[in-house]
């Protein structure tokens, strides 16, 4: 499997160094240390920016300018908010310049479902059908966050996805805590509506136990319980 920069050397040598001793030392001179930063917060800036933009290339350009902002401006990280919470504000207005010059409108955005997420509905040892049906659930939810109003989708992606707390998205998007909690419970309203519109006809044909296999474990039965030979009577298809 492919390492990704949540796994990479330098994020692990970095995790002992908190946000404000990286920042520290990169103001005194270690500007290597830099990395450490970026690597710990590529995931969360990229869907960030992917958010706003539903474009890969230009959440990664996105991203690139934000660092660098962030970088140029680092004496102004003053400390009152978290550096996570100040990165993020940078990248937020970085997408959200960035969409307004190419003209996105706001039901164009959308969100990259977490890896998390998906894992908290497959088992241990998902069998091929529940791996098929989870990657066809991963794209419906990705497609009803798609479908959400720009500002409940912005909302609903810090807060559900990337687990950033009401004060923190308030604080990143400028906006007051009620404001993120109304838009967060209109998010998962439109969101459960729009899910069961979509799965309501669908849902019954999940995990279809077809012929051929009840056959094969009818027989299997069967042979275990009467001895070699023993057959359910329908031929089981080659």
Known sequence: MAEDCRTCVCREQGQALSDAEVVGRVRDGETALF??????????????????????????D???QAYVNAYVHLDQFAGRASFSTWLT?????????????????????????SEDTMANIQSSAP??????????LKSLLESAIDGLPEHHRLVFTLREIEGLSTAETAECLGISEENVKTRLH???????????????A???EAFQF???RCNRVVAGVLEKINGPGAGCGVPTPA
Do not use: W
């Open 89 to 113: 504000k940078i990248a937020v207005y970085e997408a959200l310049a960035r969409a307004q010059r190419r003209g996105v409108t706001a039901s164009r955005a959308v969100c990259e479902s």
């Open 210 to 212: 077809h012929l051929s």
């Open 202 to 204: 669908a849902t019954v």
């Open 62 to 64: 996105v991203m690139q």
């Open 186 to 200: 209109r998010a998962r309203t439109l969101l459960r509506d729009d899910l069961f519109a979509r799965t309501g």
């Open 35 to 60: 990395e450490i930063l970026m690597r710990r917060y590529n995931q969360h800036l990229y869907r960030v920016a992917r958010t706003i933009l539903r474009d890969d290339g230009e959440a990664e």
């Open 127 to 136: 069998t091929p059908e529940h791996q098929a049906f989870a990657t066809e």
